[in-house]
């Protein structure tokens, strides 16, 4: 979810660098890298979790966690945060000294093409210029996803609950069949890849009620995957989500060095092969980010789980302020690169502050992390302070 405020930073919503800058074009190149990974690894984990919650609580408070903890958040942004969006880019146009009508207010989220030039179609989608005619959901549109997508494990382990009882048996799924899905799930998100845009690196975004079917499916594989691998272990009694991590130095670096470099460069000249790359590049990096943070974040610390909780209510209202720094950056005329860490470093702290000062302990913080307390942050801080991490 942080990174959300860099790869929202580093795309000119309100022009503040221009096509053919170089420092322009690092920053495309790091909104790709970026884009390429963030949202499939969120539904890994947002699957994983959704199992976690099934397994540990029952279908039914499974269910009314991920509405409360999901689906009421998304109706609230949707009536407070995106009226604040188109809000902030105006705001944006304005302090840029542009013309606020240039601004592209009914797509506004949606990015930018391979030039870097702000026209509405910020994923390349084939399904952009039919959502302008629609209610679009904004940055929100992974939440809207992960409802659908809870809707579809509900049902799924609702009709294999009721074949098990008529059946009177514990178990209807065999292992080697989940097994099975597990091994086909990441080459399987070719297909879907490969029905999207090849204009940039990584997978286009739907931001309509109806969700593009290609994009859908896209990230389905990503959120089954993560559903069906809480329960499963490695030969050796490792924990599966363990398991796929467990290289992740060099997936790292095959992904950063190899896959990433190669799939833009074939991204024009050989689509189908680069979408395959940029798929392999999703799900090496997100393997190795879930072993490089279960190496080093796997212990309890304070301070990084109220971050976690934080990134939530960060990310939703992330983007009114990033269009107005962008606007500042803009007016002032500074270069590029210095802009982009100029306003990460101006937005971070601002909701950093105001997550502290207006939500953590209020109705908002419960909605978004459930309920937290000053005399209970106190408790856990003190015992994080006097516990010893494990190496």
């Known amino acids: 979810m942080l990174l959300g405020i860099a790869l929202h930073a580093a795309l000119p919503f309100v022009p503040y660098w221009a096509d053919g800058d170089p420092g322009g074009g690092l920053l495309f190149g790091l909104f790709e890298f970026i884009h390429g990974f963030r949202m499939p690894l969120f539904f890994v984990l947002s699957g994983y979790f959704t199992t976690m ?78 959502e ?105 009694g490792e924990p599966l989500i363990d398991a796929v991590g467990r290289w992740w130095p060099a997936q790292l670096v095959i992904g950063s060095a190899v896959l990433f470099p190669v799939g833009l460069a074939l991204l024009g000249e050989r689509p189908s092969v680069s979408a395959a790359l940029q798929v392999a590049f999703a799900w090496m990096i997100s393997f190795g980010l879930l072993g490089m943070f279960r190496r080093f974040l796997s212990d309890d610390r304070f301070h990084v789980r109220w971050l976690s909780d934080a990134s939530y209510w960060m990310y939703l209202m992330h983007l009114p302020l990033v269009f107005v720094f962008q606007g500042i950056v803009a007016a002032l005329g500074v270069p590029p690169l210095l ?35 000053r005399d209970e942050d106190t408790v856990r801080r003190s015992n994080a302070a006097t516990s010893t991490p494990s190496t």
């Open 132 to 236: 302008d005619a629609e209610f679009g959901v904004g940055h929100l549109w992974f939440l809207w996803f992960l409802i659908w997508m809870v809707a579809g494990f509900a049902a799924v382990v609702g009709a294999v609950a009721r074949f098990a009882r008529r059946r009177e048996r514990d178990r209807v799924v065999p292992h080697r069949l989940v097994t099975l899905c597990l091994i086909l799930l990441p080459p399987l998100a070719v297909v879907p890849a490969t029905m999207m845009s090849a204009e940039i690196f990584g997978p286009d975004t739907s931001e309509a009620i109806v969700p593009d079917v290609a994009v859908f499916a896209y990230y389905a594989c990503f959120f089954a995957f993560g559903a069906l691998v809480h329960d499963r272990h490695s030969g050796t």
């Open 339 to 373: 802009g982009f860490v100029s306003i990460c470093a101006a937005v971070t702290p601002l909701l950093l502050i105001s997550y502290r000062s207006w939500v953590r302990y209020t109705f908002v913080g419960t909605m978004l992390n459930g309920h937290r307390s």
């Open 53 to 130: 919650l099934w397994r540990s609580r029952g279908l039914r408070e499974m269910i009314d966690h991920r509405l409360r903890r999901v689906g009421l958040p998304f109706l609230a942004s949707v009536a407070v945060v995106l009226p604040l969006l188109l809000l902030g880019v105006i705001a944006g146009y304005v302090l840029s000294g542009e013309d606020p009508r240039l601004a592209d207010v009914g797509g506004v989220y949606e990015d930018v093409d391979a030039a870097g030039v702000v026209d509405g179609d910020s994923s390349g989608s084939e399904a952009s210029d039919d």
